[in-house]
């Protein structure tokens, strides 16, 4: 029965994504273009995983993050617009892990974490930027928090940021 229980929870949650991304930007001059470029990428998400086997439970963590990214919430750190961007990205990262680029950065070392939890914890990468972007802090596994105002220029896209989205866009 868990396995059931898993199966749906992960129909529930994509249900609950798909509808939410629908009517998130609705005024939005271009919400019809990110609500088509994030359903495209749910479905490629959704066949990479039952390609890869990721069972339903990990999917479903990984849907319900993207959810708590994509709720509306005025108190986040980032705008609805600027996490939608960020969510774009995470699941295109997840997708197709090799794309994770660092740019002309000495960042290997953060790129190779976001590699390896793109590949091996989707759902705990997307957790993170969400703690993040929503609240303003993460906690980690040992209790203890890192702040996002303490993070000099956190999220302003530097010109390697800013033209992959415009790409992405």
Known sequence: ???VEACVLNSFESDLLR???KGLFNG?????????????????YEQHATTHGVPPEKQALVLLQ?????TPNPNAKLS??????????LLAHVIEPTKIWQGAHPTCNVTTIEHRLAVQAPD???Q???DITVQGRYIRTDGRSVEASTIVGTFKPDQDSANNLVRQR
Not at 28 to 44: G, I, N, V, Y
Not at 66 to 70: F, K
Not at 80 to 89: F, G, I, M, Q, T
């Open 1 to 3: 029965t868990a396995g």
């Open 19 to 21: 509808s939410s991304i």
């Open 28 to 44: 939005e001059p271009t919400s019809q273009q990110r609500a088509t470029r994030f359903e495209k990428l749910l479905t490629q």
């Open 66 to 70: 993207l959810n708590r990214l994509l």
């Open 80 to 89: 609805l617009p600027e996490r939608a961007d960020v969510a774009e990205l």
């Open 124 to 126: 705990k990468l997307i």
């Open 128 to 130: 993170l930027v969400a």
